[in-house]
């Protein structure tokens, strides 16, 4: 299948937020989905951007029977390991369930490799559900390992009321 990587722009923004909502329907977190187009083009798109972005586009030809060209995404940023510098962290990434094993996921994640270690980072960072055996196989398959089952690390987060608790003086 032909199909192309190139970064993200605003106006990908709409296509962007859409597959958000796909991606979090089939992680069945649908409800958890706040940020709208609008924090997409501010966050990303602005002076200090928040993350970057990548999509990946089929020719029409292939678009969906919805008419989308915008078939793939990844979002990313740049973070810091005390102990091993550079890093970059990948939030998300998406393939639409009709353009998935056709290596466009691997061409997303490859690229995201290949801008942190331009950027100097030594290692890239993601999370995946414990029950997406397909996500897990393949990132498997990519050379990444469990930092929850090699290391014992969990994710843990802080958010809404407790977020604002915690930053009380």
Known sequence: MDFSIRAANVEDCKDIAR??????????????????????????????????????????????????TKIGYALYFYSYSSWSGRAVYMEDLYVMPEFRGKRIGKALMSKVAQLGLAAGCNQLNFTVLDWNKPSLDFYLSQGSFDVTADMGYHCMRCEGEALEHLAQP
Do not use: C, W
């Open 19 to 68: 597959m958000i909502v796909e991606l979090a329907k089939y992680e069945k977190v649908a409800d958890h989905v706040k940020v709208t187009q609008r924090d997409l083009e501010q966050d990303g798109f602005s002076k200090n951007p928040f993350f970057h972005g990548i999509v990946a586009e089929v020719p029409e030809q292939h678009k969906t029977k919805e008419g989308h």
